[in-house]
């Protein structure tokens, strides 16, 4: 059973679930962005427990050349650009993070407050591939981003879920 292809599809295939338990769930979208200013709206319709270890969701770009090993492998590759929550070992909580991988290294960075996704929560994902840019906005917070994208990317999202618990959900809105 190949787990990392476990992500369901309704709604005109704009809404995703992951419906296995303890599992990363991922897909891309594909639509190419290579050139031009683009707006990927997503809605959070289910995100049921922020503070659990297993709940993540990451939203981002990755590399045109590189999605198919991401899917097929769980590798984050050259040109991942994402947004997402992660569970912090050493604190023993969830965080909230952009990061990036270029030339072979990650950059991370932490933002100073909470972010979680919550329910209803509206996730924005700007990019001018003209200037090779990506900035994230949850609801109205801006949240930054990165310069120096790659000529061509798609949209990915990974959810992961709880055992037990109500699924993660998004929506492409």
Same mark, same amino acid.
């Given at each position: 059973?190949?787990? $990392?292809?476990?992500?369901?599809? !309704?709604?005109?295939?704009?809404?995703?679930?992951?419906?296995?338990?303890?599992?990363?769930?991922?897909?891309?979208? !594909?639509?190419?962005?290579?050139?031009?200013?683009?707006?990927?709206?997503?809605?959070?319709? #289910? *995100?049921?427990?922020?503070?659990?270890?297993?709940?993540?969701?990451? $939203? %981002?770009?990755?590399? &045109?050349?590189?999605?198919?090993?991401?899917? @097929?492998?769980? /590798?984050?590759?050259?040109? =991942?650009? *994402?947004? %997402? &929550?992660?569970?912090?070992? /050493?604190?023993?909580?969830? #965080?909230? /993070?952009?990061?990036? !991988?270029?030339?072979?290294?990650? =950059?991370?960075?932490?933002?100073?407050?909470?972010?979680?996704?919550?329910?209803?929560?509206?996730? =924005?994902?700007? $990019?001018?591939?003209?200037?090779?840019?990506?900035? *994230?906005?949850?609801?109205? @917070?801006? $949240?930054? %981003?990165? +310069?120096?994208?790659?000529?061509?990317?798609?949209?990915?999202?990974?959810?992961?879920? #709880?055992?037990? +618990?109500?699924?993660?959900?998004?929506?492409?809105?």
């Amino acid at each position: 059973m190949n787990w $990392l292809n476990q992500i369901k599809l !309704k709604n005109e295939n704009k809404t995703a679930w992951n419906p296995s338990d303890y599992l990363y769930g991922i897909i891309c979208g !594909k639509k190419i962005y290579s050139r031009g200013k683009h707006v990927i709206k997503i809605k959070i319709d #289910q *995100f049921p427990n922020p503070k659990n270890e297993s709940n993540r969701i990451r $939203l %981002g770009v990755i590399k &045109t050349e590189n999605w198919e090993n991401f899917i @097929k492998k769980n /590798r984050y590759s050259e040109g =991942t650009y *994402f947004f %997402g &929550t992660f569970w912090n070992c /050493r604190k023993k909580k969830l #965080q909230s /993070r952009k990061r990036k !991988k270029e030339n072979g290294k990650w =950059t991370r960075e932490k933002y100073p407050e909470k972010i979680f996704f919550k329910k209803n929560d509206i996730f =924005t994902i700007f $990019l001018d591939m003209d200037q090779k840019k990506i900035s *994230f906005k949850i609801n109205e @917070k801006n $949240l930054e %981003g990165w +310069e120096n994208l790659p000529e061509k990317v798609n949209f990915f999202a990974v959810l992961r879920n #709880q055992n037990g +618990e109500e699924k993660n959900q998004i929506t492409i809105i």
